[in-house]
């Protein structure tokens, strides 16, 4: 699967990447669910996003992240919303088209960005608007929340909806960014500690990651809840988190699911 996190706020971009590759070199957290660390590294590509004077500019490779030393020329960028993202290919092949974050000019949203843990096997469902330029089940699962955003104008919404759609056995974790606001969603699942996320603060910036990160000293964590989303105000240390029970009761009222 992935590895993948955002950041938020005052935070130093340089300790940032150097705990994605300890990620993707799976030295972060050393995942138990195996007896096989390398089965649990993550080389086939990395992409990152970040926001400059408005903008996002988004930097991809097929290399992996610890091997690629490209990425040494991102480590002193500028920026208060920072999203990173490491690929395990499952079910497509190593390409810049399958690599995230994935970038779309909404109508209504704007410009967004959008990165998944996770692998979905059943049929994907988007308006036909949206055309994939690769073959990941991500970049499909990003125009089935864009296409239920279309209906519903919500993007919390529109990410439920999803995350209630389909078979919940393997982890759907995302990260779907506009300009403004960032939503973190983690679905829940049956493999619970290799697919949370982690939610860590110092103060100064907010940090959602697939681990609790071992290079940012000061920062407390603790663990997104299955099933909830979290929305982080971009640009600064502000994340309010929603339950799955109480969003539903909303989201069912709203639009009579």
Request: hydrophobic share 35%.
């Amino acid at each position: 699967m992935c590895r993948m996190l955002v950041a938020s706020g005052n935070f130093d971009v340089n300790s940032l990447i150097d705990s994605v590759i300890l990620m993707a070199k799976n030295e972060n957290e050393p995942t138990k669910l195996a007896d096989e660390p390398k089965r649990f590294t993550h080389p086939d590509g990395w992409g990152l996003a970040y926001l400059s004077d408005g903008r996002w500019i988004v930097k991809k490779s097929t290399k992996a992240i610890f091997k690629d030393p490209s990425i040494d020329k991102l480590r002193n960028i500028k920026t208060n919303l920072l999203i990173i993202h490491v690929r395990k290919k499952v079910g497509s092949e190593i390409s810049i088209e399958n690599t995230h974050p994935f970038q779309i000019e909404h109508p209504v949203i704007g410009s967004c960005v959008f990165c998944h843990n996770g692998f979905i096997e059943e049929k994907i469902f988007f308006d036909q608007r949206y055309k994939p330029k690769g073959k990941t089940d991500s970049e499909k699962l990003f125009y089935s929340i864009l296409t239920d955003f279309d209906r519903t104008k919500d993007i919390r919404a529109a990410i439920r909806i999803n995350f209630q759609r389909y078979h919940p056995e393997r982890g759907t974790n995302i990260i779907f960014a506009t300009k403004t606001k960032t939503y973190v969603g983690a679905r829940e699942n049956n493999l619970p500690k290799y697919y949370q996320m982690s939610i860590g603060k110092d103060g100064q910036a907010v940090v959602i990651s697939s681990e609790r990160l071992k290079t940012l000293p000061g920062f407390y964590w603790k663990v997104l809840p299955q099933g909830s989303i979290a929305v982080i105000k971009n640009g600064a240390a502000i994340c309010n988190i929603t339950s799955k029970n109480s969003f539903m009761h909303r989201l069912r009222s709203r639009f009579r699911l």
